[in-house]
């Protein structure tokens, strides 16, 4: 008996050291990879600073360059003659389909022209409305690209 009971406690004594050997290694690789994890983060952080005051310099350094260059290019203005002054400016679908209406209603002072809509096809709708009482007095129906238009009035 005392040879099995002597076997017992040394299985139990390397159970136990087992376990205490497992518990710390453990707690080893744990803080190994703490720290690893810890290092790499720090190192993250350090290139993301690099890489944040490296693309400042970039930028500090383009706009420096732009400066200069626009500096430069004021410098070497020349002087042209006379430019050409078009008379008619280009004007947008729009103001064109109004200027259409306008020709053809003639200009009156107790008129407004207004743009109401675009049907499906392109074409605006114009109305033409009495100033003071809102009332609608026509509607065209005006395409822009071959300046032609439809009129309806209201009598």
């Known amino acids: 008996m005392k040879k099995s ?30 720290s690893n994890a810890k290092n790499t983060s720090v190192e993250e952080t350090n290139s993301k600073v690099e890489n944040t005051e490296t693309q400042n310099e970039q930028k500090q350094n383009i706009v ?38 306008k020709k053809d209603w003639g200009e009156s002072n107790n008129v407004e022209f207004a743009v109401d809509a675009i049907d499906e096809n392109g074409n605006y709708i114009v109305t033409v409305r009495n100033s003071q009482t809102t009332e609608a007095l026509a509607f065209y129906t005006v395409n822009t690209n071959d300046e032609t238009f439809t009129k309806r009035e209201m009598n």
């Not at 017992?8 to 190994?32: D, H, P, R, Y």
């Open 5 to 34: 009971t002597l076997i017992i406690i040394i299985i139990v004594l390397m159970l136990v050291a087992i376990v205490i050997f497992a518990s710390t290694g453990s707690k080893n690789v744990e803080n190994k990879e703490n």
């Open 64 to 101: 420096e360059n732009v400066i200069e260059n626009a500096t430069e290019n004021e410098s070497t203005v020349e002087n042209v003659g006379p430019t050409e002054t078009f008379e008619e400016s280009p004007k947008t679908a729009k103001e064109k389909a109004l200027d259409i209406v």
